[in-house]
């Protein structure tokens, strides 16, 4: 069966201070990445999404990047924390084989800024 | 591209009462549509889908949603809602060719004994 790990799940980081969150998929091969943010009464927006390794494809101008460096790793990051990227981080996946299904969701990473 | 609305982020319902929230849909293909849980600090986790199969689906946690081309509508019920059903609740839709899912703003419920 598929798994998806995430962490950490929680993180408090100083403003300024760079950021790496990742995110591993197991039990399946190529899938689609998705990087999302929640905030309070926003929903979830999606920041990034990945086709496959060193595929990204970016769905906000922010101040985050992600990257793909294995088939079924991805990677958020940032070199620079601000106050504002404070929020709830999920990472998902999906099959990428043509049908459109569910996407799968990791845990989370609540991540505060101060 | 794809969208969804849910009107009214928190919805209290009484235990043992119906559980209706309401998904609106735009999409310029047919679109394959997602209802989504989220209990507090945790990810999400599916509910139900509908990929073009029957109108009426059921998901886990005794709720059913039914597609209506017609109204552009898959709206999520449960006959009798459950203390554990406090959670919050997405909408998500997608297309056939697209990788992505557009979700709705969420409905926050509140189940009150």
């Known amino acids: 069966s598929q798994t998806i790990h995430q962490w950490p799940a929680t993180l408090v980081q100083p403003v300024g201070s760079p950021l790496s969150l990742e995110c591993t998929v197991e039990?399946?091969?190529?899938?689609?990445l998705y990087w999302y943010r929640q905030a309070a009464g926003r929903g979830l927006q999606l920041l990034f999404y990945?086709?496959?390794?060193?595929?990204i494809s970016s769905e906000v101008p922010q101040n985050l990047s992600a990257s793909r460096p294995q088939d079924r790793q991805f990677i958020l990051s940032s070199k620079k924390l601000l106050l504002s990227d404070s929020g709830f981080y999920l990472c998902?996946?999906?099959?990428?084989?043509?049908?459109?299904?569910?996407?799968?969701f990791g845990q989370g990473t609540r991540l505060t800024v101060v | 591209a794809q969208s969804v609305t849910q009107l009214g982020s928190h919805v209290s319902v009484s235990e043992g009462a119906l559980v209706l929230l309401r998904c609106n849909y735009s999409?310029?293909?047919?679109?394959?549509l997602f209802w989504y849980v989220q209990y507090p600090n945790q990810g999400l986790q599916l509910l139900l889908k509908?990929?073009?199969?029957?109108?009426l689906v059921k998901g886990i946690n005794g709720f059913e949603a039914e597609f209506k081309k017609s109204e552009t509508s898959f709206h999520l019920t449960k006959p009798s809602a459950h203390m554990r059903d406090a959670a919050e609740y997405f909408c998500?839709?997608?297309?056939?060719?697209?990788?992505?899912?557009?979700f709705g703003k969420g409905n926050q419920v509140v189940v009150i004994p």
């Open positions: 998902a996946w999906s099959y990428s084989t043509g049908r459109n299904t569910e996407a799968f």
């Open positions: 039990g399946t091969s190529n899938p689609n």
């Open positions: 990945s086709v496959g390794i060193g595929q």
């Open positions: 999409s310029s293909v047919p679109p394959y």
């Open positions: 509908y990929t073009s199969a029957a109108t």
């Open positions: 998500a839709v997608t297309g056939y060719g697209n990788n992505r899912l557009a």
